[in-house]
């Protein structure tokens, strides 16, 4: 059965500096879609960045880019000049391609000191 | 275009009541899911609907039963709560990865549940 990993339940960065989340996961599968969700205190969950297994490139959006490493079965997320508003858990995602179930990580809680 | 939509935002029951979470969405989805969530465990896929009159077990079914009569919405129903069924119940959609449409799954504000 898929898994996912996050080793890291609470992280802290200063203000405009750049932070990484770790994500581990478990498959053996070839292809598949990796997330992170980011849910702030309102509870919404919004989707930040997506990833394509078959897409050897770095997924990024904006300040949010990843580092997928598919042989180590490695999904990170990195959030650079941090702001305030991304105070919030973060949680990493699974989903096979033909099974269109989304298994979560258990989330990392990240803090932004001004 | 309201998105998902819960109802209730926030309920409590007393052991052994019943009730029913209703989820809409106006998007068109065929796929709709409900999880819930818990501290320290992310969110965990109760049961999921792939279409119009059909469900199916998540990974943590047992205590819950869900119905899909409308394409649009998506019901999760408690037949006897219990204790360990409080939690925050969160609802979802998407369209199928075959339709070559966006995989992402959109998910409505949740539902707090207390049980007594």
């Known amino acids: 059965a898929q898994t996912v990993t996050q080793s890291q339940p609470e992280m802290s960065v200063q203000e405009a500096e750049t932070v990484t989340l770790s994500c581990t996961y478990d498959?053996?599968?070839?292809?598949?879609?990796l997330f992170w969700y980011k849910q702030p205190p309102s509870r919404q969950m919004i989707l930040v960045i997506r990833q394509e297994a078959y897409k050897q490139q770095n997924a990024t959006e904006n300040r949010f880019s990843v580092n997928f490493q598919k042989a180590a079965k490695s999904f990170s997320l990195k959030i650079s000049d941090s702001q305030l508003g991304d105070a919030a858990m973060y949680f990493c995602?699974?989903?096979?391609?033909?099974?269109?179930?989304?298994?979560f990580g258990p989330g990392t809680s990240l803090s932004v000191i001004p | 275009n309201a998105g998902v939509t819960q109802t209730p935002k926030f309920r409590v029951l007393k052991t052994g009541q019943s009730m029913t979470l209703l989820c809409a969405q106006d998007m068109n989805h065929e796929y709709m899911y409900w999880y819930r969530q818990d501290p320290g465990m992310g969110l965990r896929l109760i049961h999921y609907?792939?279409?119009?009159?059909?469900?199916a077990k998540g990974e943590v079914p047992d205590g819950y039963n869900v119905s899909r009569l409308k394409k649009q919405n998506f019901l999760l129903g408690l037949e006897s709560a219990a204790p360990s069924q409080t939690s925050v119940y969160f609802c979802a959609s998407s369209y199928p990865i075959t339709s070559g449409r966006q995989e992402t799954q959109y998910f409505g504000p949740g539902t707090r549940l207390l049980v007594l």
């Open positions: 498959t053996s599968e070839s292809d598949y879609y």
């Open positions: 995602a699974y989903r096979k391609t033909s099974y269109d179930k989304v298994i």
């Open positions: 609907s792939v279409g119009e009159g059909t469900t």
